[in-house]
């Protein structure tokens, strides 16, 4: 089992930054690629980024290409979203996944991810 549990979120104006984090437990956190989802109010749960294992592949959603940028300190078991130039339709709750796997290419669909946080909620006004 892996226990995974997000922060950060907010309010923020659009053209801001925010970082999420996303503290996991329960397994060894170098044995699984991690991801990060968002859903936006009436609209399905979409890929926003991914990074592997170790933390040398990384894969973002087009939307966010350049703005967003995932990491991870497998020493702390957490896994990071920095997010700059926020728009206002970034505005969703976001949710970390774990999927258990070292293999390449990183899983980008929500179906590879077994493990689940909560989410936290991220709002940018205009």
């Known amino acids: 089992q892996v226990q995974l549990v997000e922060s950060g979120g907010g309010l923020v104006q659009a053209g801001g930054s925010l970082r999420l984090s996303c503290a996991a437990s329960g397994r060894t956190f170098s044995s699984y690629a991690m991801g990060w989802f968002r859903q936006a109010p009436g609209k399905e749960r979409e890929f926003v980024a991914a990074i592997s294992w170790s933390g040398g592949s990384t894969s973002y959603a087009d939307p966010v290409k350049g703005r967003f940028t995932i990491s991870r300190d497998n020493a702390k078991s957490t896994v990071y979203l920095q997010m700059n130039s926020l728009k206002p339709e970034d505005t969703a709750v976001y949710y970390c996944?774990?999927?258990?796997?070292?293999?390449?290419?990183?899983?980008?669909?929500?179906?590879?991810?077994?493990?689940w946080g909560q989410g936290t909620r991220v709002t940018v006004s205009s």
């Open positions: 996944a774990a999927a258990i796997t070292r293999q390449l290419p990183i899983p980008i669909s929500a179906g590879r991810y077994a493990y």
